[in-house]
Nanobody
C-alpha cells in the first residue's frame, strides 16, 4: 500500500515556474515507477511524465518536453515535477501516481495508487 500527497501547486503568470512534490508513505517507494498526470476542467486526465524506480529512465509527453522535468529522491520517498515556461494551457489539477510495473506507461490504467491532486493555475 502506498499513500501519495501532492504539494506545490498555485497560481503563476505565464512564463513562470513551479515545482510540484509528491510525498509517498511506505518503505517500498523505491520499487514503484512514478508518474504525473493532469486534468483540466472538462477534459480527460492526461499523461505528463513518468520516471522509473531508479530514476535513470524518464518519459515525458510531447506537450511538456523541454519545459517539465520529472525526478525522484528515493531517500526522501518523494517525486518532483519541475515546471518551467508555464502556459495557460498547463492549467489543471496535477496528480501523482505509483505503479508496480517493469515498463513506464503513459496510460493511467497501469498505475495503482493516486494522490488527491494539486491545482496549478497559469494566468496569461
Amino acid at each position: 500500500q502506498v499513500q501519495l500527497v501532492e504539494s506545490g501547486g498555485g497560481l503563476v503568470q505565464a512564463g513562470g515556474s513551479l515545482r510540484l512534490s509528491c510525498a509517498a508513505s511506505g518503505r517500498t517507494f523505491s520499487k514503484y515507477n512514478m508518474a504525473w498526470f493532469r486534468q483540466a476542467p472538462g477534459k480527460e486526465r492526461e499523461f505528463v511524465a513518468a520516471i522509473g524506480w531508479s530514476g535513470s529512465l524518464t518519459y515525458s509527453a510531447d506537450s511538456v518536453k523541454g519545459r517539465f522535468t520529472i525526478s525522484r529522491d528515493n531517500a526522501k520517498n518523494t517525486v518532483y515535477l519541475q515546471m518551467n515556461s508555464l502556459q495557460p494551457e498547463d492549467t489543471a489539477v496535477y496528480y501523482c501516481a505509483a505503479g508496480d510495473t517493469t515498463v513506464l506507461y503513459r496510460t493511467d490504467l497501469k498505475y495503482d495508487y493516486w494522490g488527491q491532486g494539486t491545482q496549478v493555475s497559469v494566468s496569461s
